[in-house]
């Protein structure tokens, strides 16, 4: 299970970092991402990170919307992947999912293996 986290209000220009937990042993075999969908727009991918994380050796890849702006991370100690969101925009209000892949996806993810609920994300102008 994905349980993910940290979204509320906050004003433009603003910070906030999501959580995303997972259950049981195998985090560290799956590749983790991040999709949002705001109302009445599809769900649109955001972030990935490989298994290892940036720190390690890994691989990050971000939706161009986003990038310069957002940081996806993971402990895998602490099964948790993370989405420093900074310089938050009106237009980055949606919720946000966290999701796992078995393999890893170079570009934005089609779909997922596995699925979290969602955390809103409101940005105020």
């Known amino acids: 299970q994905l349980q993910a986290s940290g979204g509320g209000l906050v004003q433009a220009g603003g910070s906030l970092r999501l959580s995303c937990a997972a259950s049981g042993r195998t985090f560290s075999t799956v590749v983790m991402g991040w999709f949002r969908q705001a109302p009445g727009k599809e769900r649109e991918f955001v972030a990935a990170?490989?298994?290892?994380?940036?720190?390690?050796?890994?691989?990050?890849y971000s939706a161009d919307s986003v990038k310069g702006r957002f940081t996806i991370s993971r402990d895998n100690a602490k099964n948790t992947v993370y989405l420093q969101m900074n310089s938050l925009k009106p237009e980055d209000a949606a919720v946000y999912y966290c999701?796992?892949?078995?393999?890893?996806?170079?570009?934005?993810?089609?779909?997922?293996?596995?699925w979290g609920q969602g955390t809103q994300v409101t940005v105020s102008s």
């Open positions: 990170i490989s298994r290892s994380g940036s720190c390690s050796g890994g691989t990050t």
């Open positions: 999701a796992a892949r078995r393999s890893w996806y170079s570009g934005y993810w089609p779909v997922a293996d596995y």
